[in-house]
């Protein structure tokens, strides 16, 4: 079921490119991000596999638990303020307060259901980090494999931002090249225009609590 929705995400991100620029600028000198913030990325992104990873494991917990569990780990380490605006586009500044009340509501639990269902092969699996490098002044994208024994390594990208706060947290996980940010937006803008704001909300809601 993985692949099968990497594949399909993968034939999406074609034309999910005219977004690209979130994910196309030109790493710059490691000099304008200190040595120190690539470090706390790092260790941030293994934080949150480590945590999500004892989320889904919990033997203790129900199958439901250990999900549920798992979406407060992703809502916790995930800018979901950054993301879910994004996602919107230029959507959002013609939706009323009513419209965004409901998406800001319905945002979190559907966005970390749906990274929830990409990480079925990550768990509990071992993370190797491969690569670190700056994006600019406040991004790092941390570069991590993790290991299977019968197929190949699974990769995963997370980029890390610095918020103004000094918090780090995940503006997107991308999983075997494949930016969900990216394909979700061009979704997004490529539904509203055909069914409108109120339509796509449906929708969210459905998914999120399905």
Same mark, same amino acid.
């Given at each position: 079921?993985?692949? =099968?929705?990497?594949? +399909?995400?993968?034939?999406?991100?074609?034309?999910? =490119?005219a977004v690209a620029p979130v994910h196309a600028q030109e790493a710059q000198p490691a000099a304008e991000t200190e040595t120190g913030d690539?470090?706390?990325?790092?260790?941030?992104?293994?934080?949150?596999?480590?945590?999500?990873?004892?989320?889904?494991?919990?033997?203790?917990?129900?199958?439901a638990q250990q999900l549920e569990d798992f979406r407060v780990v992703l809502g916790d380490g995930l800018a979901l303020e950054t993301i879910s605006k994004f996602m919107l586009?230029?959507?959002r500044k013609t939706m009323t307060d009513e419209q965004t009340a409901r998406y800001e509501a319905i945002f979190p639990p559907y966005i970390t259901k749906l990274y929830a269902e990409q990480f079925d092969e990550i768990v509990g699996k071992p993370l190797e980090v491969v690569?670190?490098?700056?994006?600019?002044?406040?991004?790092?994208?941390?570069?991590? @494999?993790? @290991?299977? /024994?019968?197929? =190949?390594? +699974?990769?995963?990208?997370?980029?890390i931002r610095k918020l103004r706060s000094g918090d780090?947290?995940?503006?997107?996980? +991308? /999983?075997?090249?494949v930016s969900i940010m990216l394909v979700k937006?061009?979704?997004? =803008?490529?539904?509203i225009a055909t069914n409108g704001i109120d339509a796509l909300l449906d929708r969210l809601e459905q998914e999120a609590l399905a």
């Amino acid at each position: 079921m993985f692949m =099968s929705r990497i594949r +399909i995400y993968a034939a999406l991100i074609a034309a999910a =490119s005219a977004v690209a620029p979130v994910h196309a600028q030109e790493a710059q000198p490691a000099a304008e991000t200190e040595t120190g913030d690539i470090d706390q990325a790092i260790a941030f992104a293994e934080a949150l596999t480590a945590n999500a990873t004892v989320a889904l494991t919990n033997e203790e917990a129900s199958e439901a638990q250990q999900l549920e569990d798992f979406r407060v780990v992703l809502g916790d380490g995930l800018a979901l303020e950054t993301i879910s605006k994004f996602m919107l586009g230029e959507s959002r500044k013609t939706m009323t307060d009513e419209q965004t009340a409901r998406y800001e509501a319905i945002f979190p639990p559907y966005i970390t259901k749906l990274y929830a269902e990409q990480f079925d092969e990550i768990v509990g699996k071992p993370l190797e980090v491969v690569d670190a490098k700056a994006i600019g002044a406040r991004d790092v994208i941390v570069r991590t @494999e993790f @290991e299977r /024994v019968d197929a =190949s390594p +699974i990769m995963v990208d997370w980029r890390i931002r610095k918020l103004r706060s000094g918090d780090h947290k995940a503006i997107d996980i +991308i /999983v075997s090249g494949v930016s969900i940010m990216l394909v979700k937006r061009e979704e997004f =803008s490529s539904f509203i225009a055909t069914n409108g704001i109120d339509a796509l909300l449906d929708r969210l809601e459905q998914e999120a609590l399905a």
